[in-house]
């Protein structure tokens, strides 16, 4: 089942911060975070693994909360080069390797 | 960093022929490899697992005999769409893992495949 991202859509100016949400039905083993600008590839962000991970690079960081099948993504001081629509993508099993990726959520940043 | 190489990046075809996508890993070998489908303004949808010299897994609801995979070698994938229709009209991207799970999935840019 395709986890639900929240919210759908979000429209920031330059500088403000950002949180997007992705739940699960099922129990998780990881997390991933990808970006993805219009008609391109998405390009991986980061992978979160169960265990109350936390990580991030520069602005953007991310948790996993294994126990509420939830991770969040955060966006501090956006820039424009955010803009994009990005997605969770989900693992239930070690080893499975498929990803499950969730409904999606478009940032578009403003100057 | 690993490069996945897909071809063509787009395509235009007539209701009822064939279209053949391939995807390359260029820098390192693939044993699996994955399959998606992308409508606008939606999100990926796994079509399919495609498995070194074996056969491809599908997703429920995936006919196998409209979407032909065959992974002949450890770089390179095929995915076929048979007796195209407009209905099958939509971005098709495969990608690839560099070792076993956890590790990021690679996208090859994608292939804007329309029916007509």
């Known amino acids: 089942q395709q986890p639900v991202q929240s919210p759908q859509a979000v429209i920031l100016r330059e500088g403000e911060d950002a949180v997007i949400n992705c739940s699960s039905s099922k129990a998780l083993y990881s997390v991933h975070w990808y970006r993805q600008k219009h008609g391109e590839a998405p390009v991986f962000l980061m992978i979160?693994?169960?265990?109350?991970e936390q990580k991030g690079h520069e602005k953007i960081s991310a948790s996993f909360n294994e126990k509420k099948q939830q991770s969040s993504l955060y966006l501090t001081a956006s820039q424009l080069s955010y803009s994009g629509t990005y997605f969770c993508g989900t693992e239930r099993d070690f080893g499975n390797e498929k990803l499950t990726f969730g409904t999606g959520t478009r940032l578009t940043i403003i100057p | 960093g690993a490069v996945v190489s897909q071809h063509p990046s787009w395509v235009i075809c007539k209701s009822g022929t064939s279209v053949k996508i391939e995807c390359r890993s260029l820098d390192f070998q693939a044993t699996t490899m994955f399959w998606y489908r992308q409508f606008p303004k939606q999100s990926l949808m796994l079509m399919a697992t495609?498995?070194?010299?074996?056969?491809?897994?599908?997703e429920q609801g995936v006919e196998k005999d409209k979407f032909l995979i065959n992974h002949a070698s450890l770089t390179l994938s095929t995915l076929t769409v048979t007796s195209a229709h407009p209905e099958d009209s939509s971005f098709y991207i495969c990608?690839?893992?560099?070792?076993?799970?956890?590790?990021?999935?690679?996208f090859g840019n994608g292939t804007r495949l329309t029916v007509t």
């Open positions: 990608s690839a893992r560099i070792g076993a799970g956890f590790a990021p999935l690679h």
């Open positions: 979160l693994l169960k265990g109350g």
């Open positions: 495609s498995n070194e010299g074996s056969k491809a897994t599908y």
